[in-house]
């Protein structure tokens, strides 16, 4: 037999090995896609994705707390007042400087802008209602500074959300948001 004669002639035998692999393969597939399939999140789970909020009803001074993914949500419309406070506030006064604003860049400023819905909507206030010291809940407009009070251990927050005095190393998150209309915010 010389090296010319070394070719691959195709056979029957050829066709079954391939046959065996390919259905080898489906069958791997089937049996593994179960397992797979049930990693997905459920509907309840996608449903709890986003939230929207129907903000009309409330005026300035005004608050509401809605729920988004197990944790609850404060919505807060400032009086002119509030954010004349807040806006005041030098960033060196702050025990976070950082806006921890989910819509920002992580590194934006904590100044009053980036931490309310933004220019033109200043007065509306959307933030992740649990205290970054233990995770307990604040009482709304209440403390020092007029914010928000965590009794269990006593952080105070200010009219922004804002870290102000207390165990508490970071300010209030601001979760994905935006208004869809006039008069609704979608959370997520």
């Not at 070719?7 to 597939?29: E, K, S």
């Not at 729920?67 to 009086?79: A, C, E, L």
């Not at 909507?121 to 995770?135: A, P, Q, R, S, Y």
């Not at 009070?149 to 006593?154: D, E, N, Q, S």
């Amino acid at each position: 037999m010389s090296a010319t004669d070394d070719t691959h002639d195709p056979n029957r035998r050829d066709f079954l090995y391939i046959a065996t692999g390919m259905a080898g393969v489906v069958g791997a597939a089937s049996v593994a896609w179960p397992f797979i399939d049930q990693m997905r999140p459920d509907a309840s789970t996608r449903a709890l994705a986003s939230v929207e909020v129907d903000v009309s009803s409330l005026t300035p001074g005004m608050s509401l707390t809605v729920k988004w993914r197990g944790k609850p949500v404060f919505i807060r419309n400032r009086t002119p007042e509030e954010v004349k406070a807040a806006q005041e506030v030098k960033l060196d006064e702050l025990k976070d400087p950082l806006a921890r604003n989910a819509n920002l860049a992580s590194d934006a400023p904590a100044n009053d802008v980036d931490r309310s819905a933004g220019k033109g909507k200043e007065n509306w206030l959307v933030m992740i209602g649990v205290c970054t010291h233990l995770g307990c809940i604040p009482l709304g407009q209440q403390g020092d500074f007029g914010g928000w009070f965590c009794p269990c251990h006593g952080s105070q927050y200010d009219t922004s959300g804002r870290i102000r005095r207390g165990p508490a190393p970071e300010n209030m998150a601001v979760p994905v948001f935006s208004f869809i209309s006039d008069t609704k915010i979608r959370v997520g």
